[in-house]
């Protein structure tokens, strides 16, 4: 990630995703130190930071022009701005392959290594062009960052590339399919621009949740070493003694953030929460990590089923969400529990003569369903 030259604004390529599919941890340090570079937190000692694995292609360039192929080179070493301007032009004047190219589409960009002209329809006319990975060398992230070129090349061309192609040493080409690697790119780029519009610099995300830490391991380390060092009997007694302090009659915002206790000072402040948001439990305590979150009003028992019931307008709710995810959703359901040893099935109704023997009447059963938690249908009728 960085800041384009142009208008600073935060620019995000492939290897970024591919450190958020492995440690969202690094990820989120990267962007802290980017945005933020007096955060105190020192990297790793001899660590580097993380940068572009594209390498420019001119020997590719040389060869495929002494065999007599159309090709435009995009100067490596020119400005960002007129590279892309550059790369785009080539693209709508149809020219067999362009090496050392640059895609950018809103906050997304990368280095393309070359892109190859194919046959077919698109925006630029009628032709498209599909992503070539020339380095010679395989890595278990190649497709995944083919993946990434491919996106930009659908929102350019208006067509998703149907192949993607490897070269490798030998001459040897190996051929992609586009949609047996492509969703799990979609997958993975939904939640890494989640968590970037989620960004806040004293949400880091659980360390123990990645696969790596990149060049924060030091810090790393240190988080988890001061949560096991001070476990969850820290954590209940300070939440009870703000629950004590909190007045019954009013709604009062959790306006302060734990600290994390720590010998390095530049780590206080800091709440280790998971990357999921807001709503995702603390792995210290298994608490619910609650920012920004409001203590409600206690409910009188004589208005709790009222409050719990279904509201009369239905909420319009994604039909691939599951319904317990539905803002206002809620499930009232009462449920004594039969004496040990006589258990009806779930929806069973009891017998007029089955009698509590203990105390000598009709014992009491309300049905519910088997398990509320595999209700997938949009609505849930009681």
Request: hydrophobic share 35%.
């Amino acid at each position: 990630m960085y800041l384009y030259s142009v208008d600073r604004t935060l620019t995000f390529t492939s290897e970024d995703m591919v450190l958020f599919k492995e440690s969202p941890f690094a990820c989120w340090m990267e962007r802290l130190t980017l945005e933020n570079p007096a955060h105190g937190v020192a990297p790793d000692a001899g660590s580097v930071p993380p940068g572009d694995s594209a390498r420019r292609q001119d020997a590719v360039a040389e060869l495929l022009a002494n065999n007599g192929r159309q090709v435009t080179v995009i100067d490596w070493d020119a400005p960002e701005t007129l590279r892309r301007s550059e790369t785009l032009a080539a693209m709508r004047s149809g020219t067999e392959f362009i090496v050392n190219g640059q895609l950018a589409v809103g906050p997304l960009a990368a280095s393309s290594q070359l892109l190859m002209r194919t046959s077919g329809y698109s925006e630029l006319g009628n032709h498209l062009y599909i992503p070539c990975d020339t380095q010679g060398k395989t890595n278990r992230h190649d497709a995944f960052r083919l993946c990434f070129l491919a996106d930009l090349l659908h929102s350019v061309q208006g067509v998703l590339p149907p192949q993607m192609v490897m070269f490798r040493r030998g001459g040897q080409a190996l051929h992609l399919k586009t949609e047996d690697h492509i969703f799990h790119y979609r997958a993975v780029k939904q939640h890494f621009m989640a968590a970037q519009r989620e960004f806040r610099k004293h949400r880091m995300p659980d360390p123990a949740l990645s696969v790596h830490f990149g060049r924060w391991s030091a810090c790393a380390n240190d988080v988890l070493r001061q949560r096991a060092l001070q476990g969850d009997a820290h954590w209940q007694t300070q939440e009870r003694h703000e629950l004590a302090l909190t007045p019954p009659e009013c709604d009062v915002p959790l306006a302060r953030e734990r600290t994390v206790e720590t010998t390095d000072a530049a780590l206080q402040g800091l709440e280790f929460i998971g990357s999921g948001g807001a709503s995702m439990a603390y792995a210290s305590g298994g608490r619910a990590a609650r920012a920004g979150d409001r203590r409600r009003r206690p409910v009188p028992p004589a208005a709790l089923g009222e409050a719990l019931a279904p509201s009369a307008e239905t909420q319009q709710v994604d039909p691939l969400s599951h319904p317990l995810d539905a803002a206002g959703f809620s499930v009232a359901r009462r449920f004594e529990a039969p004496p040990r040893g006589r258990t009806p099935l779930p929806h069973a109704e009891p017998p007029d003569n089955d009698v509590d023997r203990e105390q000598g009447a009709p014992r009491r059963f309300t049905p519910v369903p088997f398990s509320a938690s595999l209700n997938t249908s949009d609505s849930f009728e009681g």
